[in-house]
């Protein structure tokens, strides 16, 4: 059986202590907000800082296994190009082709996509709706950088004949071989 | 523990613990992050992405040292793999006929080479924090030469980012993702020549030599990043819409809104995301374990931009700034523009800040600060001010300057969350953007032509006009109070000229030029000087054109008419009954003729009985011309009969008679005379 706690009695110095304390917290409270908002005006004097707030310098040798994926790759006898990828490319010979974006601007609608696997050959845009002509457009596969992709294409608006929903294809032909965009999300609303 | 002395301890903690709860709750999280963190349309804020001011040179260097303070320069540490010692086939993995062995790195790095055909993996190795570089020539010490020109790494990354307004942090941490530089300590030749992964496509046909090297890498990894915040349009994901992003090298991914320009950027340089795989196997931010991977089964796994992200948490802090989206729409602007303005002008400082979230902000306080010769001048602030969703405000304050000297003029923020933060905050994304301007305030109004009084010579009782112009070069009207030309006669007197209140100065330049007239009584030097009166006097006000600007003079006020010529007779011993004439002439200075009444030469006979000459009336002297005083002659004749000693004196008349008027213009006048018939 628990024992029963005693009551706590609330004498003359208890209350007069508690209030001792309750006009200090409320004083210091009283004394923090003022102090933490009081250079908030035009009072203090601006000081230009050139720090970032986010500064955050880590000064301190980097722990062992942050070379785990350089030394996995100097194992390698075909080490990737960079440490991004562990994994190998595409097999040779075949590749795929993504819409990275479909999207509109004020005066244009903008398709991008990236080709995994193909470093040469055409691409051709196809946007279409049932019972309307295709409207098309061709580029050639470029590097950008660090991706082969087929430029970004720009359809003026003014080439539908209405908005509304449209489906938008990406076909790229390269080594005699023809591969359309897989995954990209479909139809695209035109507004 | 006596109870009394419990409930005392008790009491006493409540502060301390709400204090405590205070303060935690004012923290910002420290904690590291794991996987679960990782947004993909967000991975790092703009305003983080292009902070170019976030390490020095030396900041750089000093973290490169740290990061890989030990560099196995020789390769003596050991390296295990498999080796096949008849065909010198080197594998990380066990084949046919291999033995796996323990060497040197130098060892191992011959062995790859000669097996491989490359000449990337022999020593020395030149570590990062070693690494040198004559950006002109592109000659390094890779081989161990010394390098004539060379800089540092520290200098190359921090120029780039400069260039380009780039976080030289985003750098670095680029380094680390695409070839792990920074914590290698035996790095190969290859990562140099692909330091950034820059032009580096996944196509397994490796990194294109067109921007081999360290500095070209460094360079045009930094112009590229820029690139795509500068042109989004034209790369293949956009901040704002829903981007297709696939798990590298799979025909899979996700929908991703990217919420950012810095985080498309990240996506347009290295276009994967890494999978969820990935992610979960993320070790949290600083852990010694690294950044982590995945176990071997997860052909989707990629993690250039996850190590992106951890690399830049571990090392750096947050990739997301306090309120990373309130950003400069536009630079400081000054109306009216130029680099010089004038007292009593209103100059108005004006900027926009946009916030590209899609919910509205307490930007903190935004406001426009000024120094004046050095001492604060603020135009105006604002705290708690709010910038709507996707919107932009203008933050704008005008001041009427009040003081002539050196004027600057500057974007003014402060966030409880940072404190002031003038040079960086609202996040300037794009660089360039101006935050200060500096101006010369000039005096205005001036005096442009000192005082002067005319006519030059004047006399008491004759009106005298005093001069002033004055100049108010400022764009608006300006009343400066009251003006006066004060004057202080012989003895001290205040004989101001009469007072000008609300002297107003119009604008634009025109001169306006002033004059008090009044006239003197007392004849003497009097001191006359400006005096502008604005609560105090002020002989300093306004100031001066220029130092030959006259702003006090000492001048003579003349006394007169004045008698040039006392009694005359002629004959001068006429006999008695003879006729004889009486002169007095008497001069004027004043440009205005002078009517003394009547003036007689007076005569009084032996026995004291009145022989005046002929009294003249209505005595007028002509004014002065061309610089020249009038004279008048008083001359009239009568004779005398009586013998004796007659007495000749000069009197006038204005109601009574007086002969001390006019004066003497000296002690040879003779104003009495004594003839004797």
Known sequence: ?191 | MPRILSKISILLMLPAVTLAAILIFRQPATHALTGADFQAGHIIDDAVFTDNSTMSVQDINNFLNAEAPTCDTSGSLSKSYYYNSSSGEVEKDSFSGASYVTTTRAIYGQRYDTWNGTTIATTPYVCLKDYRENPNTHQNNLQGATVSGGVTPGEIIYYAALAYHINPQVLLVTLQKEQGLITDDWPWTNEYAAAMGFDCPDDGTGCHSAYAGFTVQVNSAAAQLRNYLTNPGGFNFIAGQNNSIGYYPCNSGTTVFIQNAATAALYDYTPYQPDPDVLSNTNPTGSPNGPGSVSDGDTCATYGNRNFWWYFNTWFGSTYAINGSIQSASGLSLSPSGSSSYVNDSLTASYQVKNTASYSIDAGSLGVCATLNGQWYDFGFANDVIVPANGTITVSYSKKLTVPGNLIVSMCSYNPAFGWANAYYPYDINGGLSRQATLTVNDSPLITSGLILGPTNFAINQPVTAYLSIKNLSASNINIGSLVIAARDPNGNNVDFPIKNDVTIPAGGTTSNLTWTRTFTVPGNYTFYVAHWNGTWDTTYPDSASNAVVRQVIWPVLDNPLITSGISLSPSSPAKGQNVTATVTVRNVGSNPIDIGSLVVAGRDPGGNNVDFPIENDFTIPAASGGVPGTKTYSEPRSFSSSGAYRFYIAHWNGTWDTTYPKSIDNSVARQLTLTL
């Open chain 1, 1 to 191: 059986m628990a024992k029963k706690s005693k009551k706590f009695r609330i004498t003359k110095k208890t209350a007069l202590i508690s209030g001792a304390m309750l006009v200090i917290i409320i004083g210091g409270l009283v004394y923090w907000h003022h102090h933490s908002n009081s250079n908030k005006g035009i009072v203090s004097p601006p000081q230009a800082s050139t720090k970032s707030p986010t500064s955050k310098n880590n000064y301190s040798a980097a722990p062992a296994a942050d070379n785990n994926a350089n030394n996995d790759r100097k194992g390698s006898s075909s080490p990737s190009s960079t440490l991004e990828n562990y994994q190998p490319p595409p097999d040779t010979g075949s590749f795929s082709v993504s819409i990275t974006r479909a999207n509109t601007d004020s005066t244009d609608l903008q398709v991008a996509t990236l080709i995994n696997g193909a470093t040469s050959g055409s691409c051709t845009l196809n946007v279409y709706q049932a019972g309307q002509t295709t409207i098309s457009q061709s580029e050639d596969v470029v590097l950008q950088v660090n991706s082969y992709v087929c430029p970004v294409f720009n359809v003026p608006l003014s080439q539908f004949p209405n908005h509304g929903q449209w489906n938008v294809s990406v076909t790229v032909t390269s080594n005699s071989k023809t591969v359309s965009s897989n995954w990209a999300k479909n139809p695209v609303s035109l507004n």
